[in-house]
């Protein structure tokens, strides 16, 4: 059967019939305690256990008909013992009764291995709670139930739809490399010895389409836009959505490189987002302890220009990247890396804090199959004043770079160093498309020359950013 | 302790039953898709970690559970459940089964099991044979080695990797094919500090290898010297000189660029929906000539290679180009299905929560002619490619970019001075044609790299001999 389906009809109605069973936050906090009672009975001095349930959804369509349609139940349980102060850690997906005590025992064997540091602890109580005794859970906006009854045929027609709307939108947009509607509907628990015991639950919907336009000589530009949210109804139309991936592939019709040159740089919010998510391994503490970073001795420094405000914030309401608690039930909090260009703080979690005399930040990142991490929540620049438009204008001769590739970033330097794609800036105003070139330099130099950042700050995701401008990066094109 | 924490070789066979397969397939087939297949899965992923000269990480993770896929014409229905719970299992079966609904139930053929040989086979294979003990002594061997090295050098990260991963894969074609694939990855970070100045190099070793490669093949002290120092090299390195340039590439890992710029576009799946540039290229010419390349999951000890792949398809060798004209694409099940193709064994998931998709195996560039000196020794001005970082391609496009964690500046065909931060940007429609010379001294790197696509990620080989290409933008900041 080859015939494109039009009319999800049936088939979505009953794909949606596992919906009904999936475990609550307040099931898998049991289950974490069990897991925790285990592994004090194998012989650890502490325990944690962070357990997850996710119910995913993902249909992908091309050319009218389904191509992919998908559904993930999945569970899994990741504990960690403390043996005479070092940590073993155990991870499975098969959690039928009866293998929490086996992995209790593995866990206990392997924290013997390694070596012991008064630093390895489990959060207590007192040290979890947010910044300034702030009282918890505040309601964050993480769970809405319309993203878990959403049918799948709603989904289906959905995507469909993002599809038939991109291609509408101009005619040398003649196929797509797809368009994707998915679901995420998860729970969470964390629980440990010292009387943790964290449960909620979140949601995610995400949409995004690729159009492919017909260039010369039987080439395609690609473009591409997609939007996440843990609420329904704060997910753009599809139409906008459509609108906004077909204008990208369609301006780059005719693209062509430049010659090499040191000029100013406006940097698309999607690409100013990229940067600073490659750069917020350099505000971990563990890079600090280790001399990793290349902000490393700058503390309480002027290290970006005045304009640069630069903040993580686990609770923003409603974020991709907003939880009440991180990955070790340390209550997330709002940090600021750089405050108006200044370096304010580095970020932790529980085992560099203590190493560094300092509390938690919140920042442990994990899922079940990881032990924590020092990560970022929402990541995002704060707003300025302009708008991108009035940014453009102040730029007479110059790059407006609205792709690039995926790998340019060392995080231990900072070096900036991507391929590039998108468009010649004369007398303030976009000439003509631009590709094969790369735009390069270090992150402290690109932070000093911030010269201004736009209105337009979005979240699109958890990395968020309004337009930059730096006033002079290296594009390097074809000879001069 | 006398319990091995990793225990990593359970056998799962009587909780995924021949009947109990044959019953999943049937379901999946129920709504009238023209195929069904199941995959049940059981791994074990151990890792150790040591920095600043101490053991922080341990971990055991064990993976089980089984993915149910659905096929009606080009449309994938797909399913998993973590374990073998059988309700859990006919409830996924019936999910992937509907994107099919208005046929009659199809059959299931009886199984025939799939007996290929393997290409080559482990008498010790490094996740059974070493023990915990034997890997954190090579990790403390590291560090020391490292250390020694350099006094700049002044953090170490070593990292033990490995997993044994057993699955079975029926389909409802009487296939019944099943296999253990081993993987060690042994890596080492090196931090070099000198003043404000801060530099890392990378190392990294293993593959689908005996315990034994750890001593005879690429030893901890050889890893770790590696590593510490590209680190101490890179101190010493000026910036890129921004613009076009001949580029020669070291032979080994250089052969990312083959896969980046090349091979994904010849993968199956972009073929048939004609969102690759190469899709009606059989018969061209489509790189130098004197240029063959390869796809092959049939090299041994590598990480790209297997007995089967992910839906059964015996490992097999598959020449792409052959002396710069293309002859073959990659097929997996499902494309090579729709375009009457034969499968090439390119079939491959992450695990039995993805469904299957046509990617590469170990992918390289043959020997040519010429000796590695003479293709620096032509070049008057030109960059030589040490150490390629990650590299990404759009396929869409073709546009491509490679980091070059290390690089030496050629002048007047000598090697002058190291280079960091270079990045190669180009279009893969274009760079196979721009090889001028190959040299002779191939190289297979099967210890380290993963491929992603579609958010899948899989191990894969790369290779190549030292490839010479007529030009090729660099990015970087000195002009
Ligand atoms: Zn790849």
């Known amino acids: 059967m080859s015939a494109p389906v039009r009319d999800p009809g049936a088939a979505g109605a009953r794909v949606d019939g596992a919906a009904a069973q999936g475990s609550t936050p307040a099931r898998l906090r049991d289950l974490g305690a069990l897991a925790v009672e285990c592994a004090l009975a194998a012989g650890a001095a502490e325990a944690e256990a962070c357990v997850e349930s996710t119910r995913s959804f993902s249909v992908g369509v091309s050319g009218g008909a389904i191509e992919t349609l998908k559904q993930n139940v999945t569970r899994g349980l990741g504990l960690r013992v403390l043996v005479g102060d070092a940590v073993g850690f155990v991870t499975t997906t098969d959690l039928t009764e009866g293998t929490l005590d086996d992995l209790a025992h593995r866990a206990v064997a392997l924290a013997r291995f390694l070596t012991p540091d008064p630093c390895n602890a489990f959060v207590t109580p007192a040290e979890a709670e947010g910044a300034d005794g702030a009282t918890l859970p505040e309601d ?11 049918p799948a045929e709603k989904k289906i027609e959905w995507a469909l739809e993002l599809e038939r709307l991109a291609l509408a939108f101009d005619p040398r947009i003649t196929r797509t490399d797809g368009a994707h509607v998915s679901t995420h509907d998860g729970a969470s628990a964390i629980v440990n010895s010292n009387g943790i015991a964290r449960a909620w639950d979140s949601t995610a919907v995400t949409a995004y389409v690729v159009p492919l336009a017909d260039d010369r000589d039987g080439r395609q530009q690609t473009g591409c836009y997609g939007v996440s949210k843990r609420w329904l109804r704060d997910l753009p139309e599809p139409r906008a959505i459509a609108a906004e991936a077909a204008r990208r592939a369609v301006s780059r019709i005719g693209a062509r490189s430049v010659p090499s040159a040191r000029v100013p740089v406006v940097l698309h919010p999607d690409i100013a987002a990229n940067w600073i998510s490659e750069m917020h391994k350099a505000f971990s503490g563990e890079a600090l302890l280790k001399e990793s970073s290349w902000l490393t001795g700058k503390l309480e420094q002027l290290i970006a220009a005045p304009l640069v405000t630069l903040v993580d914030d686990g609770r923003l309401r409603a974020g991709i990247g907003t939880e009440p608690w991180d990955g070790e039930g340390v209550a997330t909090r709002k940090n600021r890396l750089i405050d108006r260009g200044r370096l304010a703080t580095f970020v932790y979690d529980v085992y560099h804090a203590r190493r560094a005399g300092r509390r938690s930040s919140g920042n442990a990142v994990r899922g079940y199959s990881s032990q924590p991490s020092i990560g970022f929540t929402n990541l995002y620049i704060e707003a300025g004043a302009q708008s991108p438009e009035q940014i453009l204008k102040q730029v007479d001769r110059g790059f407006f770079m609205d792709d690039q590739g ?16 998108g468009f010649w800036i ?6 003509f498309p631009v590709e094969g070139v790369t735009v390069a330099s270090n992150s402290l130099e690109m932070l000093k020359n911030v010269v201004a950042v736009g209105n337009d700050l979005r979240f699109d ?11 002079e990066m290296t594009v390097s094109g074809r000879a001069a | 302790m006398s319990r091995n924490a990793s225990r990593p070789d359970v056998d799962f066979a009587d909780r995924f039953p021949r009947e109990l397969a044959g019953e999943l397939l049937a379901i999946a087939r129920e709504g009238g898709a023209d195929f069904s297949e199941v995959y049940a899965e059981y791994t074990v992923q151990t890792a150790f970690a040591l920095d600043e000269g101490r053991l922080k990480r341990s971990s055991v993770a064990v993976l089980e559970g089984v993915g149910v896929r659905a096929n009606a014409g080009a449309q994938t229905g797909y399913a998993c459940a973590d374990g073998f719970l059988p309700a859990d299992l006919r409830e996924a079966a019936r999910v992937a089964g509907h994107i099919a609904r208005d046929g009659g139930a199809g059959r299931v053929a009886p199984f025939h099991v799939t007996d290929s040989p393997a290409p080559f086979t482990l008498s010790f294979p490094a996740p059974l044979a070493l023990d915990e003990a034997a890997k954190i002594a090579m990790l403390r061997r590291a560090d020391e080695a490292a250390r020694s090295a350099d006094r700049r050098v002044r953090e170490v990260e070593i990292t033990h990797a490995d997993s044994t991963r057993r699955f079975v894969v029926a389909n409802s074609d009487g296939r019944w094919a ?6 060690s990855r042994f890596s080492v970070a090196a931090l070099a500090l000198e003043g404000d100045n801060r530099q890392q190099g990378f190392a990294a070793a293993g593959g689908c290898v005996e315990a034994g490669y750890f001593e005879s093949e690429r030893t901890p002290e050889t890893v770790a010297r590696e590593a510490a120092q ?17 580029v020669v590439v070291a032979p080994g890992w250089g052969g990312v660029m083959v896969h980046e710029c090349f091979g994904h576009s010849m993968e199956g799946d972009g073929i048939r929906k004609r969102t690759s540039i190469r899709a009606d290229q059989r018969g061209r010419q489509v790189a130098a000539k004197g240029v063959t390349i390869v796809d092959s999951g049939v090299v041994p000890f590598s990480r790209g290679s297997f007995r089967v792949d992910d839906e059964g398809t015996p490992a097999q060798r598959t020449v792409l180009v052959e002396d710069g004209i293309l002859i073959g694409y990659m097929w997996d099940l499902l494309n090579a299905r729709i375009m009457r193709e034969r499968p090439t064994g390119n079939g491959r998931r992450s695990s039995y929560r993805d469904y299957p998709l046509c990617r590469m195996t170990n992918t390289y560039i043959e020997s040519g002619p010429h000796t590695p000196e003479d293709l620096v020794a032509d070049v008057k001005r030109g960059l030589f490619c040490k150490h390629l970082g990650g590299g990404s391609v759009n396929p869409a496009d073709g546009n491509f970019s490679f980091v070059v964690t290390e690089a030496w500046q050629i002048e007047d065909g000598r090697l002058t001075h190291p280079v960091r931060n270079a990045t190669l940007t180009g279009n893969g429609n274009d760079a196979m044609l721009k090889i001028d010379a190959v040299a ?3 190289k297979i790197d099967g210890t380290t790299g993963s491929c992603g696509k579609n958010g899948q990620w899989k191990p894969c080989g790369v290779g190549q001999p030292t490839v010479r290409f007529s030009e090729i933008t660099v990015g970087g900041t000195a002009t």
Not at chain 1, 426 to 431: L, P, V
Not at chain 1, 462 to 467: D, R
Not at chain 2, 178 to 183: A, C, G, I, K, N
């Open chain 2, 440 to 442: 002779n001294d191939l």
């Open chain 1, 426 to 431: 004369e007398n303030g105003e976009k000439a």
């Open chain 1, 140 to 150: 964050l906006a993480l769970f809405d139930p319309a993203v878990r009854e959403l």
């Open chain 2, 230 to 246: 590209s680190a101490i090299t890179l101190l010493a390195a000026r910036e890129p000189e921004a613009g076009s340039t001949p």
């Open chain 2, 178 to 183: 099943e296999d253990r694939q081993y993987l």
């Open chain 1, 406 to 421: 995926s790998f340019g970033f060392n995080s231990v330097t900072g070096d900036y160093s991507y391929q590039a794609q």
């Open chain 1, 461 to 471: 995701h958890s990395v968020a950013s309004s337009t930059l401008l730096i006033s």
